[in-house]
């Protein structure tokens, strides 16, 4: 990347054509491709997106929650500089330690007045062992109509989109309804204190103006038969309550006699909490998901007994089954030092998932079944997003994907883990998941996200371009 490009604070793009601010068509770029003899030289953005997602795929971004091993981000960085840079855009890019890069680029508006919308997808990926994949996770290869890779799905299909519908853009001088905030994180995966939330916290005068975002984990297909298609736009996340549980015993022998046991008490603890189901709490947004999803299939939708319809659901049963309730599991257990020798104290990590509104009633209920005697501290905890599935956005995200396919039928929905989102609704952003996919009906899909064998559809990626495109021209 030009020198001149990278840590440029507060810089604004300009259309890259001279003079070519054009009025906003609501007609796509595949018309404007059909009347202009200019256009024939110009890459395809549905094209240019699965060589813009393979680049991105070849950088290894690996997430392992340690600065010291995390790789690559800066790379990717400066490639979306690069990309950026060439057609005009001038991004910023900040980084919150040593190759944690973060980058912000703003793309002005027809209407300054009106607020702007962030766009916003991360860059790092999970981990991925190469002997369990059926391809290299970093090669970006092509096989079967599937472009595979860690980080296809989660979340490098939708930061290649972006880029496509925003190179398009500026090649033939289409300018955004409003202005555009375009934001690549880092350290999505590993809680986001390097990436969104530094962002937020060190430089949230890059977001001035923004009321709306959309990001990850929503805007994906779900295939109810051949007809219809229901699109899960996330309207609301559950909360991130991570806690460390501490007992203290008595220290001593292994050999003898001792009814003061740190490991113990914390076992009996974790067995009480991973076996323990909290009540189910109907939210608004799972009840309209339920409701609209029950009236498509068929099924009857007891209020009472909301678990009997999402069983029914299929693969998707799994992402819905964890929004009716409050969840705990245990995840990390660490005690003693020797084999004959009680450890004076004990150590547990359980992942807490609590509903919109239900963190303090969560740490209630923990601490009944955990008892007096076992200490708890918060590792992570960040709250619970819910918004309203209406308004000009919602109206904006379903027409285009209706435009695009006319089987679509949107509905909100609560995503059970955390993205960036957290971090930009704390300057008062009312964020969505809206990164549109259209996939094939028989396809696993939230068993891709960080799963072994991760790959997305070069149609449905080339899909999400095209209702990216109309959706961000009516924006
Ligand atoms: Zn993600």
Redesign the pocket.
């Known amino acids: 990347m030009p020198s001149s490009v990278a840590d440029r604070v507060g810089a604004r793009s300009g259309p890259a054509v001279p003079g070519g601010v054009c009025a906003e068509t609501v007609a796509g770029w595949y018309e404007d491709a059909m009347t202009s003899d200019a256009a024939s030289a110009r890459p395809d953005p549905t094209t240019e997106v699965v060589d813009l997602c393979r680049d991105l795929l070849r950088i290894d971004t690996t997430n392992t929650g340690d600065n010291d091993t995390s790789v690559g981000e800066r790379r990717a960085a400066e490639y979306v500089a690069e990309k950026l840079a060439e057609v005009g855009v001038e991004p910023v890019i900040h980084e919150s330690a040593p190759g944690r890069a973060n980058l912000v680029a703003r793309i002005p508006g027809a209407d300054p007045s009106r607020g702007a919308l962030l766009v916003h997808g991360?860059l790092d990926v999970v981990p991925a062992d190469a002997d369990e994949w059926s391809v290299h996770p970093f090669s970006g290869e092509l096989r079967d109509g599937y472009l595979w890779g860690r980080g296809a799905i989660?979340?490098k299909d939708f930061d290649a989109m972006v880029l496509a519908v925003v190179r398009h853009w500026q090649r033939t001088g289409v300018q955004p309804p409003r202005d555009i905030v375009l934001a690549y994180t880092a350290d999505?995966?590993a809680g986001s204190d390097y990436g969104a939330h530094f962002l937020v916290q060190r430089h949230g005068g890059l977001f001035d103006g923004c009321t709306e975002a959309i990001g990850?984990?929503g805007g994906f297909s779900y295939s109810v038969n051949d007809a219809q298609r229901l699109y899960l736009i996330e309207t609301a996340e559950k909360g991130i309550d991570w806690l460390r549980l501490h007992a203290k015993g008595r220290p001593g022998h292994g050999s003898m006699v001792h009814d003061d046991n740190a490991v113990t008490a914390l076992a009996e603890a974790v067995a009480r909490i991973g076996r323990h189901r909290f009540p189910v709490v109907v939210t608004d947004t799972v009840r309209a998901f339920l409701e609209e999803v029950s009236d498509l299939l068929g099924i009857e939708l007891d209020p009472d007994d909301p678990e009997t319809a999402i069983a029914k659901l299929g693969p998707i049963a799994n992402i819905i089954g964890a929004t009716i309730r409050n969840t705990a599991n245990p995840t990390r257990l660490s005690a003693g030092y020797k084999d004959n020798v009680i450890p004076g104290r004990a150590t547990a990590t359980i992942d807490c998932r609590s509903l919109p509104g239900q963190s303090e009633l969560l740490e209630r209920q923990l601490r009944e079944l955990i008892g007096p005697d076992i200490a708890i501290e918060y590792i992570q905890r960040q709250p619970a997003l819910e918004t309203t599935f209406d308004g000009d956005l919602v109206e904006a995200m379903s027409a285009a994907l209706r435009a695009e396919d006319p089987g679509a039928r949107p509905v909100p929905y609560m995503l059970s883990g955390g993205?960036d989102a957290k971090a930009f609704s704390q300057l008062g952003i009312r964020c969505f998941g809206f990164a549109p996919l259209r996939l094939p009906a028989d396809l696993n899909f939230s068993a891709l996200f960080h799963g072994i064998d991760e790959r997305v559809p070069v149609d449905g990626l080339q899909f999400g371009v095209r209702v990216l495109d109309r959706f961000l021209r009516t924006c």
């Open positions: 991360h989660d979340m999505e995966e990850e984990v993205t």
